[in-house]
């Protein structure tokens, strides 16, 4: 359902879409993060989770990344009554090669999972570096959306931030994980 208010904003003011689609977003993240507390915290633990976690993280934050890159309406502040610091257009460029950034590396440390399981047996859990990974994604998506919503006067400053943020933790643990698990391919 948050795709759908991602891209199609239904009514006269597009705050409100803005507004639904990220608190869908919020509590997507938030059962995943109560997901895997409560796995921990009952040592429920397994290979399955280890897997699909880190899989469902990157359906959730791909899908919301390609949905505003596709969204007519996430990028316009004009509704806000506010100009950015940062024209708009850089700001939703560098959201775009962003997004192209994500998807590489996601396709890459998944592909290195698959090859260390069959070549090791072992699962590899996310790690730390990921973990904060996907918490600056999520951040920066919730950016995106709720910034021209909530902090209107910081003119595309939090968005610009985020996204950078997000793409260094991007880059910086896909390095992680190859460097890691070099060995096995």
């Not at 995943?32 to 409560?38: R, V």
């Not at 399955?48 to 359906?59: I, V």
């Not at 899908?63 to 969204?71: D, E, K, P, V």
Request: aromatic share 16%.
């Amino acid at each position: 359902f948050f795709f759908f208010f991602f891209v199609y904003n239904l009514f006269d003011n597009p705050n409100i879409s803005r507004i639904i689609s990220a608190s869908l977003f919020i509590l997507a993240s938030v059962t995943d993060f109560l997901d895997g507390y409560l796995a921990r915290s009952r040592n429920l633990i397994t290979d399955f989770g280890k897997f699909m976690d880190p899989l469902a993280d990157k359906f959730l934050i791909l899908g919301a990344m390609f949905a505003i890159c596709f969204s007519d309406y996430i990028f316009d502040y004009s509704d806000v009554g506010f100009d950015t610091v940062v024209s708009v257009d850089i700001i939703k460029h560098l959201f775009f090669w962003t997004a192209i950034v994500v998807v590489f590396r996601e396709l890459a440390v998944t592909s290195m999972r698959l090859v260390v399981a069959k070549s090791s047996g072992a699962v590899i859990a996310a790690s730390m570096l990921g973990k904060i990974k996907t918490v600056t994604q999520i951040v920066a998506t919730c950016a995106v959306m709720l910034e021209p919503v909530i902090l209107p006067f910081c003119q595309g400053i939090i968005t610009l931030i985020s996204t950078v943020c997000m793409l260094f933790f991007t880059l910086l643990s896909g390095i992680n994980y190859i460097k890691t698990y070099w060995q096995f391919i």
